[in-house]
C-alpha cells in the first residue's frame, strides 16, 4: 500500500529527511501532494496548490484520469467528471477504482519524463534499466511516445537510478522489479510514482530485446528466493515507439490493410508490434489508456525518430490532435 496509495508514498518520502554519507536526501525526490476524497473536497486546499498542478486518482495507474490543471476552474471541472465517470471498479477495471476513486493534487515540475525499470534482492539493486518517455499530449498525461536506451547523460541517468532505488527502499520495497517513474529536472530527479511491479504495456519486451533481460522471469525467481544473474549487455541497437489511443488511431486494427501490413513488418523484424488489448470498446472516451505499441529499430537516436516519424504519417497515427514530431523533440 506504501506504493498503491500516491499519497502515501509522498507522505514517507518526505521524512526521510537523515543524512546518509554519499546519498541525497529522499525528500528531496518528493514533491507536495494534497487529497481529495470527492468532488467538493477541494475547497480547503486552494490556498496551498499552485498552478499548474496535476490531477490524478489516488490508486490510478496507466494514466487513466491524470490531467494538467492550470488553475481552479480546471481543477473543479475535472475534479468533478472523475467523481462522475469513474466511480467503482466495473466503471473502468483495472485502474485501482476497487479501493475508492479518491483524488490527489500534485506539483507540477518542468524537465524530461523517464521510467526506470529495477531489479532488487534483499535491498540490493542488482539491475536497472532507462526509457525516456515523450512530452504528453496535454492537458492528459498518458504516455505517447518512448525511447530505450535512454537518451540522457551517463551522470543524469546514475541520478535517475539512485533516486529510484532510494525512493523504493524508503517506502519499504526490498525484493521483486519495480518500475519507478521520475521527471529530470533543473533542479534533479523528482518522483512522480512507485509501481511495486515490473514496467507494463511494451517495457518487458524492450528490455528483453535490448537486453537480453526478461523482468518477470526475475521477479519469478526472487519470489522464490533465488538472485537472478543479470549479465552486463551493452546496447547495439534503439528502440523508439509509439502509443496508439482507440480515439484517434482505431483504424490500425479496423483497416485490414492497415493491419496486415504492420503485421508483415513485425513479422519481418522491421518493427515490434505490442497489442495491448483488441476490445476497443473497452475504453471509456472520457479517460482512454493505449491499445498498442509501435516500435521501430535502428543503430542511432536520429536513424529512429525519422523511422517513426514516417511510419507515423504513413498510417495515420501523426495528426494535429496527436503531433508525434513534436513528442519526441527532446529525443537526442
Known amino acids: 500500500m506504501n506504493a498503491k496509495k500516491k499519497s502515501r508514498t509522498y507522505n514517507i518520502l518526505r521524512t526521510c529527511n537523515s543524512d546518509i554519507p554519499h546519498w541525497s536526501r529522499a525528500v528531496l525526490y518528493s514533491s507536495y501532494i494534497h487529497q481529495i476524497s470527492d468532488s467538493s473536497g477541494w475547497q480547503p486546499i486552494l490556498n ?28 473543479c471541472e475535472k475534479a468533478t ?8 471498479e466495473s466503471d473502468y477495471p483495472g485502474i485501482g477504482l476497487g479501493y475508492d476513486n479518491s483524488m490527489v493534487v500534485m506539483e507540477y515540475h518542468d524537465g524530461t519524463e523517464h521510467d526506470v525499470d529495477i531489479i532488487m534482492f534483499n535491498g540490493k539493486l542488482v539491475a536497472a534499466f532507462i526509457s525516456d518517455n515523450g512530452t504528453t499530449n496535454l492537458p492528459n498525461c498518458t504516455e505517447t511516445t518512448a525511447i ?8 543524469q541517468q546514475a541520478q ?54 526478461d523482468i518477470m522471469l526475475y521477479a519469478l525467481m526472487i519470489s522464490c528466493g533465488i538472485k537472478p544473474y543479470v549479465p552486463e549487455h551493452n546496447p547495439v541497437e534503439v528502440l523508439a515507439g509509439v502509443l496508439l489511443i482507440p480515439s484517434l488511431h482505431r483504424h490500425i486494427l479496423e483497416d485490414h490493410y492497415i493491419k496486415k501490413h504492420i503485421e508483415k513488418l513485425h513479422e519481418n523484424g522491421e518493427i515490434l508490434f505490442t497489442l495491448f488489448s483488441s476490445s476497443l470498446e473497452l475504453f471509456p472516451a472520457f479517460a482512454e489508456e493505449p491499445f498498442a505499441n509501435i516500435a521501430v529499430r535502428g543503430k542511432t537516436t536520429d536513424e529512429v525518430k ?26 537526442y
Open 160 to 213: 535517475l537510478v539512485t533516486a529510484a532505488y532510494q525512493c523504493c527502499t524508503a517506502i519499504g520495497l526490498s525484493n521483486g522489479t519495480f518500475n519507478v517513474e521520475l521527471k529530470m529536472t533543473a533542479t534533479g530527479p523528482k518522483l512522480i510514482e512507485i509501481n511495486a511491479r515490473m514496467g507494463g504495456y511494451y517495457l518487458r519486451d524492450w528490455i528483453k530485446h535490448i537486453y537480453g533481460v
Open 148 to 155: 530505450m536506451p535512454s537518451c540522457l547523460p551517463l551522470d
Open 81 to 88: 467528471d472523475i467523481s462522475m465517470h469513474l466511480q467503482k
Open 306 to 331: 525519422n523511422k517513426l516519424l514516417k511510419l507515423c504519417k504513413m498510417f495515420g497515427i501523426h495528426s494535429d490532435k496527436y503531433q508525434v514530431d513534436t513528442f519526441v523533440k527532446h529525443f
Open 48 to 75: 496551498e496548490v499552485k498552478f499548474p498542478a496535476v490531477l490524478k486518482l489516488e490508486h490510478g495507474s496507466s494514466a487513466v484520469g491524470v490531467f494538467l490543471v492550470r488553475d481552479i476552474r480546471e481543477l
